[in-house]
C-alpha cells in the first residue's frame, strides 16, 4: 500500500468533536467573507473506520432527494461530466493502490478503462480529466489520451518550501481556470493543506492563512457553484468555507459527526453541502442547508455525494 493511501486511512478516522454550529449565525451563510471565527475544535478518533482499498464498494445514482437509488457500476469517487450525461469514476482491481479511472453512461452503459490513477474530476468544457496517481497530478483528454503531468511530489509551495508530499483529491474550478488540491501530510511536521493554481501549475498558492501548526489539517475541496469559494474539512474548524484567492477559514458546520472524511459537496444552486457523517458505527450523507443552518440525515450506509449538473440527480458510493 502506497504512503498515499495509508495517509488517507488514517485521515478519515479523525473526527472532531462538537462545539455547536458555529460561525452561521448571520443569515444566508453563501457569502465566504461574512461571519467570525470560532476557537478551534479539539479532534478525537472516530469509531467508524472505511473500507480498505479492495474492498467491494458501489456507485449510485439516485433522484436529489435520495429516493430511486440504483446501481451503476462497481467503484467509486464519482465525478459527473458537464452536461450529465457520463461519470469517471475509481475502482480497485485489486488490493494495490491507486485502481484505475473509468468512465460510464449514467445508464450505466458504455464503460470504459481509462488510465490508473484515483480521484478523478471533471474539467467545466467536458474535455479533459485530473486526477492524482501517487506521484503527482496528471491531466488527461476526457477519453483516456493525451496525458500529462501537471505537479509532482516535489513541487515548490508559496512559502519555498518542498516538504515531498503528494498532492492529491485535484477538483476542477467551474470557470475551468483553477484546479484546487489537498497536499499530503506526514503526520509530523507538515499537516495536510489545500492549495489553489491554475491549471497550467502557476500562481500556486495556499488556501487558508489560518494554519496553527503541524498538526492542523485540511481536506477535501469542493469549489461554490459561482467559482468564489471552497468548502472544506478543517481540523480546527469542521466544515469551513473560504475565498478561493485565499484567506482565514470561517466555519459553518461543525458536530461530533464532523470529521476529515466529510468531503462536502455543494448543491448546484450554492444553498446547500452534502457532508459524510458518520453515526452509532454507520456512513450518512447529510444535507447541510447554508440558509437555514439546519442539518437533514438523506442517505444512509453512502458516503461521497455528489450532484448532477442540474442538481435534479446525486451520484454517491455505497458498499451494500
Known amino acids: 500500500m502506497s504512503r498515499a493511501s495509508i495517509r488517507e486511512l488514517l485521515r478519515l478516522t479523525v473526527v472532531a468533536v462538537a462545539t455547536t454550529i458555529a460561525g452561521c449565525a448571520d443569515s ?88 490508473p490513477g484515483e480521484w478523478p474530476s471533471w474539467s467545466s468544457d467536458g474535455k479533459r480529466i485530473v486526477f492524482a496517481d501517487g506521484g503527482g497530478l496528471e491531466v488527461m483528454d476526457a477519453d483516456g489520451s493525451n496525458d500529462r503531468h501537471l505537479l509532482g511530489v516535489d513541487f515548490v509551495d508559496d512559502a519555498g518550501q518542498a516538504p515531498g508530499l503528494p498532492p492529491l483529491h485535484p477538483v476542477w474550478s467551474p470557470d475551468g481556470k483553477r484546479i484546487a488540491f489537498e497536499r499530503g501530510s506526514d503526520w509530523e511536521s507538515w499537516p495536510s493543506e489545500i492549495f489553489v493554481m491554475n491549471t497550467d501549475g502557476t500562481n500556486l498558492h495556499r488556501l487558508s492563512m489560518d494554519t496553527h501548526g503541524p498538526w492542523y489539517s485540511e481536506y477535501g475541496p469542493a469549489w461554490s457553484p459561482d467559482g468564489r469559494s471552497i468548502a472544506y474539512w478543517s481540523y480546527s474548524y469542521g466544515i469551513a468555507i473560504t475565498d478561493a484567492d485565499g484567506g482565514t477559514p470561517r466555519s459553518v458546520f461543525a458536530d461530533p459527526h464532523v470529521g476529515s472524511g466529510s468531503k462536502p459537496a455543494w448543491s448546484p444552486d450554492g444553498g446547500s453541502l452534502a457532508v459524510n457523517t458518520p453515526r452509532d458505527g454507520t456512513r450518512w450523507i447529510t444535507i447541510l442547508s447554508l440558509r437555514t443552518n439546519t442539518t437533514q440525515l438523506l442517505i444512509s450506509d453512502a458516503y461521497d455525494l455528489t450532484y448532477s449538473p442540474d442538481g435534479k440527480r446525486v451520484a454517491f458510493t455505497s458498499t451494500r
Request: charged letters at 15%; glycine letters at 12%.
Open 28 to 115: 444566508p451563510t453563501t457569502d465566504p467573507g461574512r461571519g467570525t471565527t470560532p476557537a478551534p475544535i479539539i479532534p478525537t478518533p472516530s469509531p467508524l473506520v472505511p473500507a480498505p482499498p479492495g474492498s467491494p464498494e458501489f456507485i449510485y445514482v439516485a433522484n436529489a432527494d435520495g429516493t430511486g437509488a440504483t446501481r451503476l457500476t462497481k467503484g467509486g469517487q464519482a465525478s459527473w461530466s458537464p452536461d450529465g450525461r457520463r461519470i469517471v469514476f475509481h475502482r480497485y482491481p485489486t488490493p494495490s493502490p491507486p485502481g484505475l479511472i473509468y468512465v460510464i453512461d449514467v445508464d450505466g452503459s458504455n464503460e470504459r478503462e481509462l488510465l
